[in-house]
């Protein structure tokens, strides 16, 4: 009787395992795909307005003046600003050109009672360091109201007068050269008025940037490097120069937001014009 228990459990147990095995066989699964969206981002570069050291105007010899796009910290968000938050980590590299240092100055009536004539426009500074400096020379041919009177124009440049354009007529505005208009107002315009605009230029190939070290917002460090800066350099009739390089990021690096300053060093020339001397750097991240 003993034994015939016995058997009984050990058939209960094989019974039991047998059962749970065969629902093991039985069991089903499925997946379910988990998909999250990342949307491209952008490439931004971000950069704020520099001013280089005030100077005097009468100097005997070059100096050289600076300034940063940016500060000399070097560890804040201020400067130059690239944020690559398009995902696809295909690297980038950012550039920088700039245009010619130039001022106009005011104008002045040379001959005549007519005070009634400006000058506008951005100098592009291709007729060069002058010394004294170049000079826009605009004279009536014939006289009359504006619409009627002619005038001629010419540059001078080194203290030397370039051919003259002549018979050009009188209206609000004319286009000369060089980035510079002539304006009329409404007067009775006399044969032999005269008046003259003073322009100069410091070159942008006496500009040198200097990148400094890059400081990281977000994301990492690797992979992402100074670019060489350098003096800007370009063609002679180029208003704009060549690109110098301050930052560039490897394929799979840079992804993220990152910072740099840029020193400024400029060279001036003796016996300039005084004012505010402009130019616009242009900043380009591809």
Known sequence: MRNL?????????????TVLAISAVFAAT????LDVAVTEGLLVI????????????????PTTTTGWIGNATHTDLIGVNVRDERGTGAGWSTTITSTHFTHRAPYKLLAG?????TFSGTYD???????????????????????????????VVNGLA?????????????????????????????VGDKWSAAVDVFP??????????????SGVITGVAVGAGGTFAGAAAAATSDA?????AEVNRGLGSYWQDEHLTLVVHPNSLSGVFTATATLTVL
């Open 113 to 117: 009672a007519n005070d009634t004539v």
């Open 244 to 248: 110098l390089s301050l930052m560039i």
């Open 46 to 61: 971000v950069a704020p307005a520099a001013t280089l050291e005030v100077i005097p105007a009468a100097r005997l010899l």
């Open 30 to 33: 499925d997946t379910a795909p």
């Open 204 to 217: 942008y190939t006496g500009l040198t940037v200097t990148p400094s070290i890059i400081h990281v917002e």
């Open 5 to 17: 228990k016995r058997l009984t459990c050990v058939l209960l147990v094989v019974v039991l395992s």
């Open 162 to 190: 370039e051919p003259a354009t002549s018979g050009v007529l009188t209206a609000s505005t004319v286009a000369l050269g060089n980035g510079i208009s002539v304006n009329f107002a409404a007067a009775t315009y006399a």
């Open 125 to 155: 500074g291709l007729l060069g360091v002058s010394d004294p400096p170049a000079t826009f020379v605009v004279e009536i041919e014939l006289g009359g109201a504006v619409g009627t009177a002619t005038f001629k124009w010419w540059t």
